[in-house]
């Protein structure tokens, strides 16, 4: 590992681990650079987890000083994406390289159309379903999210988001509080069998998780409404090049 990389990594996850916890889809930065600094992409994969682990611990301990608490529906969620990790996290382990590579690039220029097209939402006056019914849809949704993110992670925030939004017609500063505690589960459990394979690059996941873990206390307690323009212009600009270089030049 260059020590530049390290620098990059740590500056990189500052920001990163910001736009994750107000937002999301911060992965579709940083898991393209790992693959660039030379990681297989299933070693990029599973290292880019711990930078996601670590921020999350961080912006939940932010919430918590900040007097969040949360329900049993937020575990119930976290639960059912964790038991969708696992078939998804196998799905990673044995795509090619070269394969996985071209979805990402996908992923990443969808991501983009929806934050650019995608429905602009308010907080205020929100109504929250949170019947049986609209319980065992958001458990449900949640399971095929964790597929999804055990497989790839990239964009899982903006998945979340979209679900408890159009589901249970959450706010958009509760939908973050819950959202932390959901990808704990199932990071959890996706990061314990990338580790059972040894697919984990401690030095670059570290770095990286440095960073993340900065970012993630600093968005955790700061003003969401004063960075989401330029995060969002931020995030349409780097993706767009990174899923470019992807698909042409990897």
């Not at 740590?10 to 579709?28: E, P, Q």
């Not at 600094?37 to 711990?50: E, K, M, P, Q």
């Not at 589901?167 to 990338?194: D, E, P, R």
């Not at 059972?196 to 968005?219: D, E, H, K, M």
Request: a positive charge; glycine letters at 10%.
């Amino acid at each position: 590992m260059e020590y530049w990389h390290f620098i990059v990594l740590v500056l990189i996850g500052i920001v990163v681990g910001f736009i994750n916890v107000i937002s999301g889809g911060g992965s579709l930065i940083t898991l393209p650079i790992l693959i660039f600094f030379g990681l297989d992409s299933t070693v990029a994969n599973a290292s880019n987890r711990i930078g996601n682990i670590a921020q999350n611990i961080f912006a939940l301990a932010g919430f918590k000083s900040k007097g969040v608490t949360y329900s049993k529906y937020t575990f119930l969620l976290g639960f059912s994406a964790a038991l969708g990790a696992i078939p998804g996290t196998f799905m990673a382990l044995y795509i090619p390289d070269n394969a996985f590579n071209k979805i990402l690039a996908i992923v990443m220029l969808v991501v983009v159309i929806i934050i650019v097209f995608g429905p602009k939402t308010k907080a205020e006056d929100v109504v929250e379903y949170l019947e049986s019914k609209h319980k065992a849809l958001g458990m449900l949704a949640f399971f095929f999210i964790g597929v999804y993110g055990g497989f790839i992670q990239a964009g899982t925030g903006l998945l979340i988001m979209a679900a408890l939004s159009l589901i249970n017609k959450m706010s958009f500063v509760k939908i973050n509080t819950f959202k932390v505690v959901v990808v704990l589960f199932y990071l959890s459990v996706a990061f314990g069998i990338f580790l059972y394979y040894g697919q984990v690059n401690w030095a670059y996941g570290l770095s990286l998780g440095v960073g993340t873990s900065i970012g993630g206390w600093l968005s955790s307690r700061w003003s969401i409404d004063k960075v989401d323009v330029w995060i969002k212009r931020f995030m349409v600009v780097s993706v767009c090049a990174l899923a470019f270089k992807l698909l042409f030049f990897s």
